[in-house]
Structures are given as structure tokens and as C-alpha cells.
């Protein structure tokens, strides 16, 4: 399962109608957090269950990750896998599910007016012929970023990777986890790819 970005949609996001609003993502805003006024706190949601090429693709977005660590653009990195579908039985009441976690991310959605459709997406029914791990009406993508900003005394979400804008034609355009890597890693110029060498030289310095 691949991350691709897409600019031939037809249909627009489904977000609320927020236009008063000021905290609507602007044309230069795109992607979100990318070049932001503090440092952010990245946690990278993953699935279990993907194939042997995402797994690659995970793993690749975890190297780049790692090498923006080493930055001053990005302050911590937590990876989580995707919660549970429900509570287990005897587990705590405080466990968040899968559905819980996505109801927090589609509010950040709202609130800047955009979407996280097609990443994820709600169903009416589950389905037992369907081949993706997900909550009751929930599909989840295989990664998922989400921000905070450091130190911050705020709580609250200042992004979600991927997500969905309007684009002026009349379309909708997709910003991806690789598409905010690839502005994360060109805000911070070089540093990040002296990260990742250092990181690809002690790589192969433990293997030998």
C-alpha cells in the first residue's frame, strides 16, 4: 500500500463550513507544520498488517524521521502503532481506541478546514471480507503523522499528515507523510541530510 498524492480528485474534503474562522489553513500554509516557530513532537501511527513494500516504506519514513530528530526542526519522535478496534475485555476504561484517536484527529480537520479523507475513511458496516484492520466504520492509513508543538503550553494538535485541501481548480489535493518530509527535511537545508549520512555511516559501522 502506497502513499501517492493526488491532484485529480473530484469530489471536495467534507469539513465543516468554517470560513469566519481564523484558524483556516492559508495557500502558503501547505504543508502543515513544516516550517514551524518551535520545535514539533511527531508521533508516527503504523499498521501491523501491511505488506513486505510498505514495510519498506515505513521503514524509510522512519529513517528520515530519525535524521529530522537530529535537526532543530523536530524535538521528540514517538512511534505508536494504531490502538485497538475496541476495548479488550478487563482492559482500563481509559484505553483510547482506534475511533476515539481518529474523532481527535478529524476535529484539528475541522477546525483548519480541511479533511483527512481519503487517508481515512468511515463506513456504515464492517465488512469480514475486507482485508484492513480498522474500527467499527473506521479505515486507517498504514502511516500517520500527527504534531505538537514542543514545549507548548497548549495540548492541542498543531497538525495531521496526510490530509485533504481544495485545490483552485475545483479538485482537492492531498498532502502526504512524504510530501511533508520532503519540505521538513528542505526547511531544515543540509542538516538533515548530514543526519541521514551519519546515520547510513553508523549503520554500516555496526555491521561491521
Do not use: K, N
Not at 55 to 77: G, M, P, Y
Amino acid at each position: 500500500m502506497t502513499d501517492p498524492r493526488s491532484t485529480a480528485a473530484t469530489s471536495r474534503p467534507e469539513s465543516r463550513d468554517r470560513s469566519g474562522s481564523s484558524d483556516r489553513l492559508g495557500p502558503d500554509e501547505h504543508p502543515v507544520c513544516a516550517d514551524p516557530t518551535t520545535p514539533l513532537e511527531v508521533t508516527y501511527y503504523v499498521r501491523d498488517d501491511v505488506s513486505a513494500p510498505s514495510r519498506r516504506q515505513i521503514e524509510s519514513v522512519e529513517r528520515r524521521l530519525d535524521a529530522l530528530a537530529r535537526t532543530r526542526l523536530v524535538a521528540e519522535i514517538h512511534t505508536e502503532r494504531w490502538p485497538p478496534r475496541r476495548h479488550a475485555i478487563g482492559s482500563e476504561a481509559d484505553v483510547v481506541t482506534c475511533s476515539a484517536l481518529v474523532d481527535r484527529l478529524e476535529r484539528w480537520a475541522d477546525e483548519v478546514g480541511c479533511s483527512l479523507q481519503p487517508a481515512i475513511r468511515r463506513r456504515a458496516s464492517e465488512s469480514l471480507l475486507e482485508d484492513e484492520p480498522s474500527d467499527a466504520g473506521v479505515c486507517v492509513p498504514v502511516m500517520l503523522l500527527t504534531f505538537e508543538r514542543a514545549g507548548s503550553e497548549s495540548s492541542g494538535l498543531a497538525g495531521v499528515v496526510p490530509y485533504t485541501v481544495p485545490s483552485e481548480a475545483g479538485g482537492t489535493t492531498t498532502y502526504t507523510v512524504t510530501d511533508w518530509l520532503t519540505a521538513a527535511e528542505r526547511t531544515v537545508g543540509t542538516d538533515a541530510e548530514v543526519s541521514r549520512d551519519r546515520a547510513r555511516i553508523s549503520a554500516l559501522q555496526r555491521r561491521t
